[in-house]
């Protein structure tokens, strides 16, 4: 058999009413990947996830997971996806253990205590176990999810926004957990607001906007192709005004004229505006280079810029 993508979507469209949610999507995540699927609220990222898990009934396009189409050959391609939902869906008055005991027989399969026991000690459910999931705190019924997606241990791990609303210490403790998981063979696709987290942890990026898909690139080839280096200079004494001559870097003074913050342009090297710098006599005591992250080159773009959205936008 010919090798296989964990996940294969290909001209995938969805409306609600006369609202085009999702519009001609492809992509493509490899086996083994960690792979982000980012935007603003509304961008579709959640109705992709649901149409893949099959939330929702596709329209228009094709979606396979390992090769196997997510309609024609829907059981495997379930039982092959592990799926944490943003909402919180949970028995009210079921117990952790109660409830991780029975959910792999939705999938056809028996429990398996130790892979379950294993589960709970990396998500810290042990001491909460016999607890109903009425008296859990949200970060806990969270964890929970984490491992109720991973009970019947999938090959695609889909995480749609699982650090929402958690404090530091869980957020770390799960992504290390979800970065073992990886490195055992388990691909994960990932969707949250915390851009950073996405920066640190994929492969690649892939962002929507409007249903679309705005761009999609290695982490390091997306900022490095969106963002602009930018170079900030101490200077020994204030200026009034940017020298002349630096128009074409974006001079802006800074702290009271005593930092000069310049924007190099895409794929210029500072050397010239070093040059110039020095053609205007200026006494340098510090200079820091500071690259864009990833908030930066999402702002761009989906065509913020910077500015906040308004009203509506999102």
Request: net charge neutral; hydrophobic share 40%.
């Amino acid at each position: 058999m010919a090798f296989q993508p964990a996940l294969q979507i290909e001209h995938l469209s969805k409306h609600f009413g006369s609202t085009l949610a999702v519009d001609d999507l492809s992509l493509r995540v490899e086996e083994g990947e960690m792979f982000a699927l980012l935007g603003p609220n509304g961008a579709g990222k959640s109705t992709t996830i649901h149409l893949v898990t099959g939330v929702c009934r596709l329209e228009q396009g094709r979606v396979s997971v390992f090769g196997h189409d997510v309609v024609r050959d829907y059981r495997t391609s379930r039982w092959l996806t592990g799926m944490m939902p943003q909402e919180l869906v949970i028995d009210h008055f079921f117990t952790i253990d109660r409830a991780l005991e029975i959910h792999a027989g939705y999938y056809g399969l028996p429990d398996n205590p130790a892979w379950r026991r294993t589960l709970i000690d990396r998500l810290g459910l042990g001491p909460h176990l016999h607890k109903p999931m009425i008296q859990l705190s949200g970060g806990l019924k969270r964890r929970f999810m984490v491992a109720k997606a991973l009970i019947h241990r999938p090959r695609l791990l889909i995480l749609d926004e699982p650090t929402a609303g958690v404090d530091v210490e869980l957020r770390h403790s799960l992504w290390d957990f979800v970065r073992d998981i990886n490195r055992q063979g388990v691909t994960v696709l990932l969707t949250t607001h915390y851009l950073e987290e996405a920066e640190q942890l994929c492969d690649r990026i892939a962002i929507m906007h409007r249903g679309r898909l705005a761009a999609l690139d290695r982490t390091s080839d997306l900022l490095r192709r969106c963002g602009q280096k930018q170079l900030l200079l101490q200077l020994e004494r204030p200026l009034a005004q940017p020298p002349a001559g630096l128009d074409e870097f974006a001079p802006v003074l800074e702290d009271d004229g005593r930092r000069l913050r310049l924007t190099l342009p895409a794929g210029q090297p500072a050397g010239a505006a070093l040059e110039r710098l020095a053609a205007a006599r200026l006494t340098v005591t510090d200079l820091v280079t500071r690259q864009p992250d990833l908030e930066e080159v999402f702002l761009e773009l989906i065509g913020l810029n910077g500015r906040r959205p308004a009203v509506g936008e999102e």
